[in-house]
Structure formats: C-alpha cells, structure tokens
C-alpha cells in the first residue's frame, strides 16, 4: 500500500478503510501492514485519519489490535501519544453528551471508542502517555494549562472535564 508522503486527513480515511479491509479479508502481510500504518502514523493527517477510521470501524479488528498495529504506533512517539490521550477525553465527554441527549446508540459508539483506545495506550505503552494525560488532567481540573485551549475548543463543560479528569486517573494512576 502506498501512503503519500503528505497525506491530507482525507485521504488517510480512505486509505485506512482500504487498509482495513485487506486485513479483515487477510490480502494484506503482517509487515506491510505494519509498514503502511507507520506511514499513517507519520504525519499528523495520518495519524488522526488512521485513528477515526480504525477506532469507530464496525468490524472487530481495533478491539484486538495486532503487533503489527501496535509496532507501527510506536513508531510515531511524536504524534501517537498526544492524539491517543486526547481520543481517550474525547469519546469520553462525548459519550456523555450523547447520554444527556437521550441518543445511547450514538453514546455506546463513543463508549466502544474509549475502550479501544484504553486498549491501544495499555498495549502501545509510550512513557510520553503518562506525561500527556497528567497535563491534560491537570487543564481538565483547573481550567488552565497545555491542554486549557484544547477544552475551550471542545467546549467541555464541568460535567465532562470531570469524567475526563476520572478516566485519566483510572488509566495512569
């Protein structure tokens, strides 16, 4: 599979269904999967296309990530980390706010997303990981900090920073 260098967001979509597809119909090896996901993962567009579409798939591939997927994602300590945590709080809050609207098919679907991403940073294992989520808590509890503009962005109220700053302790506590 050939990524390009400067992957737009979405074309990294579509990429990585046509990726998921090969591995779920097992057209694809082990190590050109790891190789075309380290690609994604490279870049900021890639990275964040790879983990939309592997993350809110339908098939059951992310609930069981493979070596080759984990291997890729540790190839990227600059991206990888940051957009992992940030994943983490935002299927987090959204799962809540779907709730609060009374849509609980859309709210298991951000629940799904949580636990698969929980999955991927326990398998993934990045030291930055912990320093990520500790900032993130940190804004999450008083509003300011690394990640305040993130929050603002989002706009997460009490409720949700609450949850966010919950599941962060849970998983790096």
């Given amino acids: 599979m050939n990524i ?25 090896s082990p ?16 990275a964040r296309g790879f983990f939309v579409t592997y993350l809110t798939s339908e098939g059951t591939l992310a609930d069981n990530p493979s070596p080759e997927v984990i291997q890729a994602l540790q190839s990227s300590s600059e991206i990888v980390p940051e957009l992992l945590v940030k994943n983490l709080a935002m299927s987090s809050a959204a799962a809540l706010k779907h709730r609060r ?10 629940d799904q997303v949580r636990s698969r991403t929980t999955t991927l940073i326990k398998q993934v294992k990045m030291e930055q990981m912990e320093e990520i989520a500790a900032d993130l808590r940190e804004s999450a509890v008083t509003g300011e900090g690394n990640y305040q ?22 998983l790096f506590d």
């Fill in 31 to 46: 190590p050109e999967i790891e190789q075309a996901i380290a690609q994604l993962v490279k870049t900021k567009n890639g």
């Fill in 4 to 28: 390009p260098e400067t992957v737009t967001f979405e074309e990294a979509l579509e990429l990585t269904q046509s990726l998921m597809s090969q591995m779920a119909a097992g057209e694809i």
């Fill in 101 to 110: 609207n009374d849509d609980e098919e859309t709210a298991q679907g951000s």
């Fill in 149 to 170: 503009a993130f929050l603002k962005r989002w706009q997460y109220d009490a409720e949700q920073r609450e949850i966010i700053t919950q599941v962060l302790e849970e």
